[in-house]
C-alpha cells in the first residue's frame, strides 16, 4: 500500500517561520555585540516585531485558512490577536530598556526569550489541534519562567521564579490530563472534529465533564482567576519590573484566544456546563481581586489583584456564550492589556538605580513632579476603574450588556457591586498623585522615546474612550 505525503502550505504560518529565523539571528547576533553596543540586540528585537507585523496584516487571509493537516488556523481572529501582542511587546521593550541598564541586566536574554514568548502567544492564537495548544502554552511558559529568574542577583525574583515554576507546571499537567481524557472519549485531537463525538457521546458523559473541569482549571491558572491566582501578586512583586508588564500584558491576549479556541469552538455542545464554571470564576474573582487589592500598599500587588478582577470582567463576556459577549471580551482584553502596561510603565519611569518606586507612597505628589505623568497616570487609572472618557468604561460596559441581553441583570448587577468597591483602590492612587506632599523632590528624568511612548499608551486610552468605533469593529469583525 503506497502512502502519499503532501507539503502543506507554509505560506499561513509565514510570521511564525519569520519570528523564529529572526529569533535564532538575534540569539547568534548577541554573541558578537559588546555590552556597550547591547543596543543593536534591542533593536534587531523591535525590528523583528515590526517586520512580523507586516507580515500577519499583508497576508491577512480574506477567509479562514487551514494548514499543517488541520493544526493551524489563520483568520481574522488570530490576524487581530497577534497584531495587538506585537504592539503591546513592542511597547514593554521600549519601556524597558532604561530600566534593564541601570540594574546591569540589559542583556540579549532578555529580547531573545521575549521573543520566544511572543513566538509562543502567536502559537497559542493560531492552534487548532490540542498538542499545537500545548506546543505554544509551554513554549510561553517556558519563557516567561526564565525572564522571571533573569536577575539572578535578587533573591525575590529567585524565589518568584520557582513559584510560578511549580505551579505554572502543575497547571499544564491538569490542561494535559484534561485534554486526554477528551481525546480518549473523542478519539480526535483537532478542535472542530469534537462536536460530532461529543454528540454522539452525550453531553453529560462522567469522563467528558471530568476532562472539561481539568481544562478549564488550567485555562484558569493561565489567566489568573481566583482561586487559581495565588501566583499572581508573588510573581508580580519578585519579577523585574519590565518581567512584570510582559506577564501582565500581552500572554492576557494570549490566554484569552486559548479560551475561545479550546471552550467556544471546541467544546461549545458543552456550553451549559462550563458556562456555569466561568460564572463561578468570574464571581469569585470579582470579590476577591477588588476586595483584597484595598488592603495593598505595594503598587505592584495592588495592580496584580486588580488584574484578578479584570480577569472576572474578561469571563463574563465569554460565558455569556453570545457574538456580541465574544465581541466584548476581545474589546476588553486588547484594552487592557494597553492600560496595564502603562501602568507598569510609571513604575518604570519613576524607579532609578537602587531604588524601586513600587509602594503607593512613591506616588505621593507626583502632581508637582510632573503635572503631565501625573495626568497620564490619571487617565489610565480611570480606565482602570471605568470612569467615562476612557476605553476602560466601554469596554465594561459592553460585557455588562452580553451579560443582560441573556438574562443575567443579577450577575451584572453583582460586577458593578464589585467595581464601586474597586474604584476605592483606585481612587487612592489619584489621592496620592494629586493632595499628598512628594516626598523627594528629585527631578524626574525621561528619555524622549519613553515620554512619548507613555503619552501615546495613556492618550490612546483616551482617544479610544471618545471614539471606541474604529477598534469595536475590528474586533466584531474578527469573529465575522
Keep these: 500500500m503506497t502512502k502519499t505525503f503532501t507539503i502543506p502550505d507554509f505560506m499561513p ?8 529565523s529572526m529569533v535564532c539571528v538575534v540569539l547568534i547576533a548577541d554573541l558578537f555585540v559588546s555590552k556597550e553596543n547591547r543596543i543593536v540586540t534591542y533593536a534587531l528585537a523591535q525590528l523583528t516585531l515590526l517586520a512580523t507585523a507586516l507580515i500577519t496584516i499583508f497576508l491577512a487571509p480574506g477567509e479562514t485558512v487551514y494548514t499543517f493537516s488541520g ?14 501582542i506585537y504592539l503591546v511587546t513592542g511597547f514593554v521593550f521600549l519601556y524597558s530598556r ?5 540594574r546591569d541586566i540589559f542583556k540579549g536574554e532578555f529580547y531573545v526569550l521575549g521573543l520566544f514568548a511572543v513566538l509562543g ?6 492552534a487548532h489541534n490540542f498538542l499545537t495548544v500545548y506546543l505554544g502554552l509551554e513554549l510561553l511558559s517556558l519563557s516567561l519562567y526564565a525572564l522571571v529568574a533573569m536577575h539572578r542577583n535578587s533573591m525575590a525574583a529567585s524565589e518568584a521564579a520557582m513559584k510560578y515554576f511549580i505551579l505554572g507546571a502543575i497547571a499544564s499537567g491538569m490542561l494535559l490530563y484534561g485534554m486526554s481524557m477528551i481525546y480518549g472519549v473523542t478519539g480526535t485531537l483537532d478542535i472542530t472534529a469534537l462536536s460530532k463525538p461529543i454528540l454522539e457521546r452525550g453531553v453529560n458523559d462522567i469522563v467528558l465533564a471530568f476532562g472539561l473541569v481539568f481544562i478549564v482549571v488550567g485555562l484558569a491558572f493561565k489567566l489568573g482567576a481566583v482561586p487559581f491566582h495565588m501566583w ?9 519590573t519590565p518581567v512584570t508588564m510582559l506577564i501582565g500584558s500581552a500572554p492576557k491576549i494570549a490566554g484569552f484566544a486559548l479560551v475561545m479556541r479550546m471552550l467556544a469552538d471546541g467544546l461549545g455542545d458543552m456550553s451549559a456546563s462550563w458556562q456555569d464554571m466561568l460564572m463561578i470564576l468570574a464571581v469569585l474573582s470579582l470579590a476577591v481581586g477588588n476586595i483584597i487589592a484595598i488592603a495593598q500598599i505595594n503598587l505592584k500587588r495592588m495592580l496584580a489583584y486588580s488584574t484578578i478582577s479584570h480577569v472576572g470582567f474578561l469571563l463574563l463576556g465569554i460565558l455569556s456564550g453570545t457574538q456580541q459577549g465574544y465581541t466584548a471580551s476581545i474589546f476588553y482584553v486588547i484594552t487592557y492589556a494597553v492600560t496595564a502596561m502603562g501602568g507598569f510603565a510609571l513604575i518604570i519611569i519613576l524607579s532609578r538605580r537602587g531604588f524601586e518606586a513600587d509602594n503607593l507612597t512613591d506616588l505621593k505628589g507626583l502632581n508637582e513632579r510632573s503635572r503631565w505623568l501625573a495626568f497620564m497616570m490619571l487617565l489610565l487609572i480611570f480606565s482602570m476603574a471605568g470612569v467615562p472618557p476612557t476605553v476602560g468604561f466601554w469596554a465594561k460596559l459592553l460585557v455588562l450588556q452580553a451579560v443582560i441581553n441573556i438574562d443575567m441583570a443579577w450577575l451584572a448587577g453583582i460586577a458593578v457591586f464589585f467595581s464601586v468597591i474597586g474604584a476605592y483602590y483606585y481612587l487612592r492612587v ?12 528629585e527631578p524626574i528624568v525621561l528619555t524622549t522615546d519613553v ?12 482617544a479610544f474612550g471618545i471614539f471606541p468605533g474604529t477598534l469595536l469593529a475590528a474586533c466584531a469583525a474578527a469573529l465575522a
Design 13 to 20: 504560518a509565514a510570521p511564525e517561520i519569520f519570528m523564529l
Design 71 to 84: 493544526t493551524y488556523i489563520n483568520d481574522s481572529l488570530s490576524v487581530l490577536l497577534k497584531v495587538a
Design 98 to 102: 532604561s530600566y534593564l541598564k541601570d
Design 121 to 126: 502567544m502567536m502559537v497559542m492564537v493560531s
Design 232 to 240: 499572581i501578586p508573588d510573581v508580580y512583586n519578585g519579577a523585574p
Design 430 to 441: 489619584i489621592k496620592f498623585m494629586y493632595f499628598d506632599k512628594p516626598e523627594t523632590e
Design 451 to 462: 515620554n512619548i511612548a507613555f503619552s501615546a499608551n495613556s492618550l490612546a486610552i483616551l
